[in-house]
């Protein structure tokens, strides 16, 4: 089953309130929440060497709980933009577009420096 990102903007939107929690919501308390979200996915791979990651990737009652977190950061990140009436596609072109111009093929295939760092 597949949806837009509009359609998941309204289910995340319906859930909320639902439950009365758009006082909780304002922009610093769901950056909070997106910050939040995604270091308890980072703590899930902490410390782990490239073998490990690989490992858990493969087991999936530990791919379940890495995608929970994923979800949790999608969820904070869609009412965020719910919230604050943003595109999330239009943000995202936009800075596409941005990094295109930062980050140019001839200069960044192949490197992971950033465009401050200066090319190889």
């Known amino acids: 089953m597949e949806f837009t990102i509009s359609e998941l903007k309204g289910k995340v939107q319906k859930f909320c309130e639902e439950r009365d929690w758009d006082q909780f919501h304002n922009p610093k308390d769901l ?10 996915l980072l703590e899930l791979f902490r410390f782990k060497s490239l073998e490990e990651m690989d490992e858990m ?16 950061v999608f969820f904070f990140l869609l009412r965020f933009v719910q919230m604050n009436n943003m595109d999330l596609s239009d943000l995202l072109l936009s800075k596409i577009k941005i990094n295109q111009d930062k980050y140019p093929i001839e200069h960044s295939k192949g490197s992971n420096k950033k465009y401050t760092e200066g090319f190889k």
């Open 31 to 40: 950056a909070i929440g997106i910050i939040t979200e995604a270091s308890e």
């Open 57 to 72: 990737l493969k087991d999936e009652k530990k791919k379940a709980l890495i995608g929970e977190e994923i979800a949790d």
